[in-house]
């Protein structure tokens, strides 16, 4: 397995853990750095088992493919990803009396919500 597909097998199993992130990832041939944006910033900066989760995939990721990097970023981040390979993004959804949302799968791992606003006709 190259390093591209380790980290969306990875991605994709964080994802499944955390659902609310969001990863969007773009590989820099010249230092050889897997730069991976993460979103919402709260939980990238704050929430301590997705941090271990991070530290985790770094340290093994390491291991295994050096002399090649990672580089999480948040979307404030100096390092910006402009034309991202690949995004993750998986969604929890709420269901309410007055919507239904409709989920499609527009790639293996890339997921899109449509929502339509239904209203009761009052006679």
Known sequence: MNSKDYLKKKLNE?????PELTFRYQFNENT???????????????NN???????????????EFFPETIL???????TQITEPEFT????????S???????F????????????INYALAA
């Open 88 to 95: 993750i993004q998986k969604q929890i959804f709420v269901s």
């Open 32 to 46: 050889k750095t897997h730069i991976i944006e993460v979103k919402p910033l709260e939980t990238y900066q704050t």
């Open 97 to 103: 009396p007055l919507k239904s949302n409709y989920l």
């Open 105 to 116: 799968e527009l790639e293996k791992d890339l997921f899109c919500v449509a929502t339509e």
């Open 14 to 18: 964080i994802s499944n853990v955390f």
């Open 72 to 78: 999480f970023v948040s979307e404030d981040s100096l």
């Open 49 to 63: 088992d997705y941090i271990k989760y991070e530290a985790e995939l770094m340290f093994n990721f390491e291991n």
